[in-house]
Structures are given as C-alpha cells and as structure tokens.
C-alpha cells in the first residue's frame, strides 16, 4: 500500500444516462489539493452546493434501495457507489467532481471499466509529503444487519471475501476472496456489471428507479438465465459486483482500509452501517491525539461535536489552544433551512443560531482534558452580556473567537464574539459544563 495521498493530474470528462432517474448528465472528475477527499459539486444548482463523500452525508437507505445517495443540505447525488469504487479501486484518494445533475451517468454496461479508462487518461499521481489516512483493523468487528452479516479483522493489505445466496437457480451461492489492488480491481472487478432480478424490475419501476436501465447496463437475472445477449463475463460475476458495491461503501471512511472485510448477503444499507461502526471503532483509538495535533477540518470536527445537519454550525478550525482560545469559521449559505422563514425577503440568520455556532466553537476547546472526548457533551448552563450589533445574511463568513475567562473543574466560563469582515456581530459570556454521555 502506497504511504502518499494520490489525485489526478489532470481533469477528464465522461457523460451518459443515470441508472435510476434516466436523466442525461456529465460527470468531470478535476485535480484536488491534499486532505479534500472526494467532493461532488452540483453544478446544475446555481449556489453549486459542495457534498463530501462521508458517512456524515450519506442519507438514510434502506437494504433494497440498490444505491447509495449523498446529501447536505437540501441538495443530494445518488447513486454514487460506482463512481466511489472506481476511485477507491484505483487508489485516488482527492478528487474535485463536477456533476450536472443529481445522479452520476451510468457507464454504457453497466460495469465501472469506462469510469476506470477515464480516470486513466486523466492520469493519476502521489501528492509529495502528504500521508494518506490509513485504517488500520487491530481487532475483529462486526454487525449483523438487514439478514447480511459483516466482519472486519486484521490483515496486513486490503482482503474482501463475499458470499452472496440467492433463492434463484441463475445466482444461487457464490463466494469469491481476493486481495485487493488497482491492477486486482482493474482486472477482477471493475468488469462485473450491475444485475436485478427480473422478477424485482416492476417493484422497482414502481419506486420511480431504474428509470436509465436497459439491457445494455445492467444484467437482468430471469429463472431460467439472464435476459442479455452478451453473456457473463465471470461465471461469478453477481458476487463481483457486489463486491464493487461494497468497496464503493467502504470509501465513505475518507482512509485506506487495512483488514480482511468478510462479507455475507450485504448490500448498502448494511455496508454503510458496518463502516459507521468500523470509523466509531477507529475514533475511539484517536480520543488520545491531542487537539493541537488534528487537522481540524469537517471530520475531526464531526468526531467529537454530536451535532449533525441542520444543527451542526462549525464549518472549520482555525486556531486551538487548549482551556485557553479557539477560533472557528462559518460559512453561511442561503441554501441554510431557516432562511425560508426568517425574514424571507429579507434573509438574517437568526442570532439564537448564530450564539449556538459560538458555543460549538468554544465547546471544542474543552475536550483536550479528557481521556476519551467521545464520551462526553458539552452542555451550556447559562449566557451573560448577550449583544447583536450587525445583521449577519448569506454569503457571509462569519469567524467566532472565543477565550476562557475561568475554568474550574467541569464548569467554565468563556468570552466569545463572532465577527464578519473584522466587525463584531454578535458576542456574549457563555457558562458550560462537561457532563459524562449516559
């Protein structure tokens, strides 16, 4: 496994018809700077929403939604899974994608190898002196969910081992185990195509999917044989597919996973809360890195705030000195829920949110003296010198600055303003506890 975070070197396009909502669309996967991960941009949209391929955005799925859909606020791409794998296969660890639309165009077969010849000729390199973030599987975890079975134990590479059991004579059991690596990927799994039962096409037409699937993408499965012309490419190729599936879940850890993931019967619903659990597992390992170590961007900020949208208000960390200052930024976007009600012809963001943002901000600056963050809230007892001085509207950045005024086991008090163009917005005294999770 290579040490160095990856991107491409140059920006490459593909376009096609999306799987599930049929609609014509362009995909544009652009170089990303070290740490962005991968970053759908909705171009389609005019305030060009950005959506992190996280676990903090995937939105709920149930076992038999056949795909996996991102979303912040109200904006969402589904379908994602294909894409996600093709780059995790690869080893591309950044990536900027542009998309025209809300669903990713489905490669022409239904298979990610023409995903995988554009990311090619896009070309692909290490980015000099930037770890990636590696996963490591240190001891076994599992779930069972959704009647699929999943476990995760250490491995010194990235193993998956699948099983599938269908009552179908045509897909039946099948099992296949393989090492993973971009030439593994590029050779053994990129090829396999997406197939649905043909006695599931009605129900799914009836849930207004599958809108783009034909014949040509995906591989229908009747009793007696599949429904293509073209016959299959592997005599198992339904658990290769499931097992791009999966590894286009498993990126949603934002790492480079090392342990033997064994899966039975999974699907997204199932992947995705296995992941959860292995980035919980994972996090609780981390609770002893010191604040001043982080990276502080939206991930370490997700690991110990429990807040999430619409009530998670800290975008980034800027400065952290431990029981002493902390500085955090907001972003604010008119695409913010509580504009479609407060003053809508003339959008403020309501300074209730806005003193909420500041006691995120300064809730951060407590955890440093705990063994394990995650066990603990951060939970407010009381304001004082409460003073709104400038509206605060979309498109403004507003940086909240706080500093401990006193500090006394648990309790603390601490002085905070939040500022936008260097003018004072709104500041206030704000008394907090720390109280241990039930």
């Known amino acids: 496994m290579n040490h160095y975070q990856t991107t491409l070197q140059q920006s490459v396009v593909y376009s096609?018809?999306?799987?599930?909502?049929?609609?014509?669309?362009?995909?544009?996967?652009?170089?990303?700077?070290?740490?962005?991960?991968?970053?759908?941009?909705?171009?389609?949209?005019?305030?060009?929403?950005?959506?992190?391929?996280?676990?903090?955005?995937?939105?709920?799925?149930?076992?038999?939604?056949?795909?996996?859909?991102?979303?912040?606020d109200y904006y969402e791409v589904h379908t994602v899974e294909h894409v996600l794998s093709a780059l995790y296969g690869l080893g591309i660890d950044?990536?900027?994608?542009?998309?025209?639309?809300?669903?990713?165009?489905?490669?022409?077969?239904?298979?990610?190898?023409?995903?995988?010849?554009?990311?090619?000729?896009?070309?692909?390199?290490?980015?000099?002196?930037?770890?990636?973030?590696?996963?490591?599987?240190?001891?076994?975890?599992?779930?069972?969910?959704?009647?699929?079975?999943?476990?995760?134990?250490?491995?010194?590479?990235?193993?998956?081992?699948?099983?599938?059991?269908?009552?179908?004579?045509?897909l039946g059991t099948q099992y296949l185990s393989l090492d993973l690596t971009p030439e593994v990927f590029k050779r053994e799994i990129a090829p396999a195509r997406t197939f649905c039962l043909y006695k599931d096409v009605k129900h799914l037409q009836e849930k207004n999917l599958i809108k783009g699937g034909t014949l040509k993408n995906a591989v229908v499965v009747g009793n007696d044989g599949i429904l293509n012309d073209e016959p299959l490419r592997f005599p198992d190729e339904f658990v290769r597919h499931k097992i791009l599936d999966l590894i286009g879940d498993l990126s949603l850890l934002g790492a480079r996973i090392k342990g033997h993931i064994i899966s039975a019967k999974s699907g997204h619903a199932s992947n995705v809360k296995f992941v959860k659990k292995i980035a919980e597992m994972y996090r609780k390992t981390k609770d002893s890195i010191p604040l001043t170590d982080k990276k502080w961007d939206i991930n370490d900020i997700m690991d110990l705030l429990p807040h999430r949208y619409p009530f998670l208000l800290v975008d980034r960390m800027l400065e952290v000195e431990p029981d002493k200052r902390v500085v955090g930024l907001k972003n604010v976007s008119i695409n913010e829920p509580y504009f479609q009600g407060h003053f809508p012809g003339s959008p403020i963001m309501p300074g209730v949110l806005i003193v909420e943002a500041m006691g995120q901000v300064g809730g951060l600056m407590l955890f440093n003296s705990l063994k394990k963050p995650s066990d603990w809230l951060v939970m407010f007892t009381g304001l004082d010198k409460v003073r709104f001085r400038t509206p605060v509207r979309p498109g403004d950045q507003l940086i909240f600055e706080l500093?401990?005024?006193?500090?006394?086991?648990?309790?603390?008090?601490?002085?905070?303003?939040?500022?936008?163009?260097?003018?004072?917005?709104?500041?206030?005294?704000?008394?907090?506890?720390?109280?241990?999770?039930?």
Request: aromatic share 4%; hydrophobic share 35%; charged share 30%.
């Open 16 to 72: 096609g018809i999306g799987l599930h909502l049929g609609k014509e669309t362009s995909i544009t996967f652009q170089p990303a700077p070290a740490d962005t991960g991968i970053v759908f941009i909705r171009t389609d949209v005019k305030s060009k929403p950005r959506i992190k391929a996280s676990l903090g955005n995937v939105r709920q799925v149930e076992e038999q939604s056949r795909r996996t859909t991102l979303g912040y």
């Open 403 to 438: 500093e401990m005024i006193q500090k006394r086991g648990p309790m603390c008090r601490m002085k905070g303003v939040a500022k936008v163009d260097g003018k004072i917005a709104v500041e206030a005294i704000l008394m907090a506890m720390l109280v241990e999770k039930e």
């Open 94 to 170: 950044n990536c900027i994608i542009e998309l025209d639309s809300d669903e990713p165009p489905e490669p022409e077969d239904g298979s990610v190898r023409s995903y995988i010849q554009v990311l090619e000729n896009g070309g692909i390199q290490e980015i000099e002196g930037k770890l990636r973030r590696i996963i490591k599987i240190e001891k076994p975890i599992s779930i069972d969910a959704f009647g699929a079975s999943l476990i995760a134990v250490p491995y010194d590479g990235l193993k998956i081992s699948f099983t599938i059991n269908y009552d179908n004579p045509v």
